[in-house]
């Protein structure tokens, strides 16, 4: 069993940054890869990018690829994703999610733990 919960959402400025944390418990964590997902108003939830147990490989959505980036501290259980000249329209709730392997957790297809998320607010 894995517990998630994100903190670091808040409101921001286009151009500016932030760093989501997603702090997991449970003893397993350093053996599942971990999502960034993210749901705006009115609009599906989409991928934002994912990391491997190991914090080696990473993968991201085109929307957000040389201004997002993922990283994990197994040693502190907690998965980051820091993010850089933010847009308005990356404004959404941003969730992080645990799975079996990136290539499952980047497809959805294999998504055992969410976060209850945190709100991101780019404002122009």
């Known amino acids: 069993q894995v517990h998630l919960v994100e903190s670091g959402g808040g409101l921001v400025q286009a151009g500016g940054s932030l760093r989501l944390s997603c702090a997991a418990s449970?003893?397993?964590?350093?053996?599942?890869?971990m999502g960034w997902f993210r749901q705006a108003p009115e609009k599906e939830r989409e991928f934002v990018g994912a990391?491997?147990?190991?914090?080696?490989?990473?993968y991201y959505a085109d929307s957000v690829k040389g201004r997002f980036t993922n990283s994990r501290d197994n040693a502190k259980n907690t998965v980051y994703l820091q993010m850089n000249s933010l847009k308005p329209e990356d404004t959404a709730v941003y969730y992080c999610?645990?799975?079996?392997?990136?290539?499952?957790?980047?497809?959805?297809?294999?998504?055992?733990?969410w976060g209850q998320g945190t709100q991101v607010t780019v404002s122009l």
């Open positions: 999610a645990a799975g079996g392997n990136i290539r499952a957790v980047v497809l959805g297809t294999g998504l055992d733990y």
């Open positions: 449970g003893r397993t964590f350093s053996s599942y890869a």
């Open positions: 990391i491997d147990w190991s914090g080696v490989s990473t």
